[in-house]
């Protein structure tokens, strides 16, 4: 039964740091893993969307990895703004039409 | 990208009274639908598997009477809480995948006195 889990739990930095969040999932067999931010309250917005066969893909400030074999991704925010504030939440998928399995998630908290 | 919708976004109901959630695919066909669930500071649960033309699959722990999932048509699913209780309470949101990844309804706040 593939377990995803999230590291730290809560993160509160000052404004202008530099950040990574961490991902780690049990079964190694996926499809694909994304990256989502959820402001309280709302829904789910996708940041990066990395397939099985790559390494890392990169949106502006963002760059996430994925290290398949070990079981890990990394979410890499640079220069932080208190807009980045929200929970982030990382998600695999074993094939193209399955269900998402969902990490804890990330609190993050950018302090001006 | 392809977009889901959902409606409503937001409910309030009284204990005991249904509610109706819909689920829909407006620019692509979905055979298979997704149901989540998530509780105040807790992440997203898969509840069930919405399979159009078959029943759907409840993951353990969730209550198909409670629970009627209706996969109507190949772009629409409806999440039905029979005679909902203040734990029900809660926010709903349902995905449709394609062949490169999953999209997402921006979700439905029930709030039940």
């Not at chain 1, 994304?34 to 990066?48: E, V, Y």
């Amino acid at each position: 039964k593939q377990e995803v889990t999230q590291i730290p739990a809560a993160l509160s930095v000052p404004e202008g740091e530099n950040l990574v969040l961490n991902c780690s999932f049990t079964d190694s067999a996926i499809y694909n893993l994304q990256w989502f931010r959820q402001d309280p309250g709302k829904g789910l917005t996708s940041l990066l969307l990395i397939q099985s066969s790559q390494r890392e893909q990169t949106s502006g400030r963002l760059n996430a990895s994925l290290d398949k074999s070990s079981g890990r991704s990394t979410l890499y925010i640079a220069a932080s703004q208190p807009g980045d504030s929200a929970t982030y939440l990382c998600a695999v998928v074993k094939t193209s039409y399955d269900k998402v399995i969902f990490g804890p998630g990330t609190s993050l908290s950018v302090i001006p | 990208g392809a977009v889901v919708s959902q409606h409503p976004s937001r409910v309030i109901c009284k204990s005991g009274t249904s509610v109706k959630i819909e689920c829909r695919s407006l620019d692509f066909q979905a055979t298979t639908m997704f149901w989540y669930r998530q509780f105040p500071k807790k992440s997203l649960m898969l509840m069930a598997t919405s399979n159009e033309g078959s029943k759907a699959t409840y993951e353990q722990g969730v209550e198909k009477d409670k629970f009627l999932i209706n996969h109507a048509s190949l772009t629409l699913s409806t999440l039905t809480v029979t005679s909902a209780h203040p734990e029900d309470s809660s926010f709903y949101i349902c995905s449709a995948p394609t062949s490169s990844e999953q999209f997402f309804g921006p979700g439905t706040r029930l709030t039940v006195l």
